[in-house]
């Protein structure tokens, strides 16, 4: 039982026997950490077989990502239910091994998510698996921290309480859509340090457009502060700093100067413990704040392509940036029958050229479609894999 009266779920994952407190040395890691570094050795190796063997058949490649569990996390509650799906299926759809969801919703949007969900399962068997679970918050405060910013948005601050016997896992905004598997995305948590219990990106690549080094009334970490909508969550470590305790006393002292919610009480937090926090670059949380001033300030979507896209404010609902709606009503209209080639890939080549060179981020399409191009080679290997195998079965 956590501190909160919620019921560690049946089923939920284990901790693993060498539980990893954040001041240990890195050598000796969590379950989460082991699998990770064979997942990104693993990889490594099916690049060299792809090199040296490009000839040979399908059925000598191995299979890098079968005892690979990605746990992700959203908090739906008002209007967002619809938004909050679309988002989870996508990683539904570009992953490779499997994901479990952990939905945070309103209790009277249980039954119309776990009808979605089942759907979703059905549809990918043996891929997706989910816990639906209700909004908690710290008894006594309740209200205020179901209020404060968006609805529901400070839940995830007290995920490490309410899933105890949950090792790791990435908390998402439900405006978010990947473009990549998800499994690419966790395996930045063998990047940490021995001190570093959560990562995200930062709030921004331009000081003169930045808003917390403008208009902050409050602490914030680095230069320019931090985008919350995305975090990779350790939350063992995050037990054994006693970070709910943290997070309660950063807001009791900052308080009065909070605007974004919990994005600027994490600012505030590893202002003070900046060790805490790993950064990954902004590709990985691609958001119209960078490239809706007639440039693209994010560097790294030119060159490695966009691997998730964060449609913040509405965007993905709104005409303004026709991109990315494009991309969010594609993947919410896929029917995992199709196929990513003809399902997503297709129709995004089609439309996607189409919009208009002038405009709020309407020549970014092309890095918005460079991931899903890289993604199709792994999509024929792994689709010629499970042929290979479905017909050593039936045979």
């Known amino acids: 039982v956590s501190r909160y009266g ?18 240990t040395d890195h050598s000796p890691l969590s379950n989460l950490d082991k699998i990770a570094a064979s997942v990104n050795e693993s990889r490594q190796q099916e690049v060299q077989t792809e090199t040296d063997n490009d000839k040979k058949s399908s059925q000598d490649v191995p299979d890098t990502r079968k005892n690979l569990t990605v746990y992700l996390a959203v908090v ?32 009277h ?14 549809a990918v068997k043996e891929t997706i698996s989910y816990d639906v679970l209700p909004i908690q918050f710290p008894k006594g405060n309740e209200d205020m921290w179901k209020t404060l910013f968006k609805p529901c948005a400070c839940q995830r601050l007290f995920l490490p309480d309410l899933l105890v016997d949950t090792d790791a896992l990435i908390y998402l905004d439900t405006d978010i859509l990947f473009m990549r598997p998800p499994e690419d995305l966790w ?55 006693n970070w709910n305790d943290i997070v309660l006393k ?25 060790e805490m926090l790993y950064t990954f670059t902004c590709d990985w949380n691609y958001r119209p704040d960078h490239c809706r001033y007639g440039r693209n300030d994010c560097k790294h979507a030119d060159k490695n392509g966009i691997s998730l ?21 594609v993947i919410e209209g896929y029917n995992f029958v199709s196929g990513v080639p003809h399902g997503i890939y297709d129709p995004l080549m089609k439309y996607l050229p189409t919009v208009r060179k002038s405009g709020y981020c309407n020549n970014m399409w092309k890095a918005m479609i460079k991931i899903i191009k890289k993604y199709l080679k792994q999509y024929k290997r792994q689709f010629r894999r499970r042929s290979v195998n479905i017909e050593q079965n039936t045979s």
């Open 250 to 274: 950063k807001y009791q002292d900052y308080r009065s100067g909070i605007v974004f919610g919990d994005q600027d009480i994490l600012n505030v937090v590893f202002h003070f413990y900046p």
């Open 76 to 107: 739906v509650c008002g209007n967002r239910m619809e938004e909050a799906l679309t988002m989870l299926k996508s990683a539904a759809i570009f992953t490779f091994t499997k994901v479990h969801f952990y939905v945070f919703a309103e209790d």
């Open 109 to 122: 949007l249980h039954a119309p998510i776990r009808e979605r969900l089942k759907q979703m399962s059905d």
């Open 309 to 329: 896209l964060h449609g913040n404010r509405q965007i993905f609902h709104k005409d303004d940036f026709p991109p990315f709606r494009m991309v969010y009503d």
């Open 6 to 23: 919620v019921q560690a779920q049946e089923g939920a994952p284990q901790l693993g026997p060498n539980v990893v407190s954040i001041n």
């Open 187 to 241: 395996n930045f948590f063998n990047e940490f340090n021995s001190t570093q219990l959560a990562g995200v990106s930062p709030e921004g690549e331009d000081a003169p457009t930045g808003w917390y080094n403008k208009h902050a009334r409050h602490p914030y970490y680095g230069e320019l502060g931090i985008n919350s909508g995305i975090m990779l969550m350790n939350l063992t470590r995050m037990r054994k700093a």
